[in-house]
């Protein structure tokens, strides 16, 4: 299975953009799904996570700015970012958890990334 994150771009201070996430096959239990961010010169970070009950957690810098979503069938997931700030620039990388057959163990997947760039 792979994920193709999308939505990324340029956008001025303050403004708004949504990431999309989808995996390319169904998965039978998606336990974890995240969207992680690695600036220029900076460690990959955690941005927002959402658990297979619903619980969501957010990184302090993004709190009340990013809401993280995904639809019913969980077979894409959402990143809606308002009040976007310079230090928001960074590629953004999505990430889910689970196990794609009865059979299978849990996997750990990442996208391929998407470069979102704030402008001062």
């Known amino acids: 299975v792979q994920l193709q994150a999308s939505g990324g771009g340029l956008v001025q201070t303050g403004g708004s953009l949504r990431l999309s996430c989808a995996a390319s096959?169904?998965?039978?239990?998606?336990?974890?799904m995240g969207w992680y961010r690695r600036a220029p010169g900076l460690q990959r970070e955690m941005v927002a996570t959402?658990?297979?009950?619903?619980?969501?957690n957010y990184a302090d810098s993004v709190k009340g700015r990013f809401t993280i979503s995904a639809d019913s069938a969980r077979e894409t997931m959402y990143l809606q970012m308002n009040y976007l700030k310079p230090e928001d620039t960074a590629v953004y990388y999505c990430?889910?958890?689970?196990?794609?057959?009865?059979?299978?163990?849990?996997?750990?997947?990442w996208g391929r990334g998407t470069q979102v760039t704030v402008s001062s």
């Open positions: 990430n889910i958890i689970g196990v794609q057959s009865v059979t299978a163990g849990t996997r750990s997947i």
């Open positions: 959402l658990t297979s009950t619903g619980s969501t």
């Open positions: 096959e169904r998965f039978h239990r998606i336990d974890h």
